[in-house]
């Protein structure tokens, strides 16, 4: 087993926009203002709907908020806690989310 680093902080963010009903559920491990301004440039790997959304919306109205932050994880203990609250949205029809977060080998041969 490899040692997996351990982060200080983890935070499940939300973006949206006043503008219309559309949001986004992510993650990070940096400030949630430092991943905003990632999303903003368009310096992060997310897909081409999140991407279209906040040039339709204008990046002066993304917001984005904080769902539940956590201490002492790893990467992949964020992307689980992620997929928690991805999966409460998938499907609904303003969320921008097309994925699950996190998946074991067995639950992705079965999806």
């Not at 002492?72 to 998938?90: A, F, G, K, M, N």
């Amino acid at each position: 087993m490899t040692d997996e680093r351990i982060y200080a902080n983890g935070t499940v963010y939300k973006l949206y926009s006043h503008i219309n009903e559309f949001y986004y559920i992510g993650s990070t491990h940096t400030t949630t203002r430092q991943r905003k301004q990632q999303h903003l440039q368009k310096a992060t790997r997310v897909s081409k709907r999140v991407n279209d959304w906040i040039d339709d919306v204008g990046v002066d109205n993304v917001k984005i908020i904080p769902l539940h932050t956590y201490t002492d994880l790893t990467s992949r203990q964020l992307r689980i806690y992620e997929d928690d609250e991805v999966r409460q949205h998938l499907g609904k029809e303003f969320c921008l989310n097309c994925n699950r977060a996190y998946r074991t080998q067995k639950q992705y041969r079965e999806d």
